[in-house]
């Protein structure tokens, strides 16, 4: 994979761990929409709290990643979608945990009026190979 992290002072900075642009080339990998539940037994995790919700979002993107013989420094592009962007900075702090700032990929993200199982995050990704 080339990765090469883009990133001007022509336009805004970012305002969490991510940058404003990536240039990548290598085979893609379309991570869907993950959810907070337990890969054993299909159950919520951290009902009401975001960060346990994050973690295990998070947990379970890597696990994919992995899979597919990759890991978070693979990640060009994300996705967020919170439930209340009150969550942000929280969210953030967990997501931080997953991607250094200065390799961050890019992101979006938007509060939705719902999610499934009424979850407070969904994490979706794309990498490079």
């Known amino acids: 994979m080339n990765k090469q992290v883009i990133n001007t002072g022509q336009a805004p900075a970012p305002v969490g761990p991510y940058n404003q642009a990536i240039s990548a080339s290598g085979q893609m990998l379309f991570?869907?929409?993950?959810?907070?539940?337990n890969p054993t037994n299909?159950?919520?995790?951290?009902a009401g709290d975001i960060t346990q919700q994050t973690q295990q979002v998070l947990t379970n993107l890597k696990a994919i990643l992995t899979a597919a013989g990759v890991t978070c420094e693979n990640v060009v592009k994300t996705t967020v979608f919170l439930a209340d962007m009150n969550d942000f900075a929280t969210m953030n702090?967990?997501?931080?945990?997953?991607?250094a700032e200065a390799t961050a990929p890019a992101r979006a993200c938007v509060q939705v009026s719902r999610l499934p199982k009424d979850v407070l995050v969904e994490i979706d990704c794309i990498a490079v190979v």
């Open 93 to 99: 702090l967990v997501y931080s945990q997953y991607f």
């Open 42 to 46: 299909g159950e919520l995790v951290g």
């Open 31 to 37: 991570v869907s929409g993950q959810i907070p539940l």
